[in-house]
């Protein structure tokens, strides 16, 4: 499994995987590049094509930019969108 941290900054690899590193990256860039801050902070770990997307967003719209921005990533077969919504005060 290949598990980045992606919060506003390059993302850091922690466990060497089966997932192709520029996949892995390709996912990154694509939250980073999110317009919305808070996407930005989610957490994902890619294995085997499958995105695995986890975090806590205010949203469910949030939640929902977060899975498009990386569905078309080339390498990316599915997505599985673990993000919890609310929770905040």
């Known amino acids: 499994m290949s598990f ?6 390059a993302p850091r690899r ?7 590193l520029a996949t892995d990256l390709e996912v990154a860039r694509a939250l980073r ?3 919305y801050v808070s996407v930005r902070r ?9 995105a695995r997307l986890e ?3 205010p949203t469910f719209h949030l939640k929902q930019a977060a ?14 969108n ?8």
Do not use: M, W
Request: with cysteine; hydrophobic share 40%; charged share 20%.
């Open 55 to 57: 975090g806590r967003l």
């Open 4 to 9: 980045f941290i992606c919060a506003g900054r």
């Open 67 to 80: 899975q498009e921005a990386v569905r078309n990533v080339d390498g990316v077969k599915a997505v599985d």
């Open 33 to 35: 590049a999110s317009p």
């Open 14 to 20: 922690v466990e060497p995987g089966a997932s192709s």
């Open 82 to 89: 673990r993000i919890v919504v609310g929770g905040f005060r």
């Open 42 to 50: 989610v957490r994902c770990h890619l294995t085997s094509g499958i």
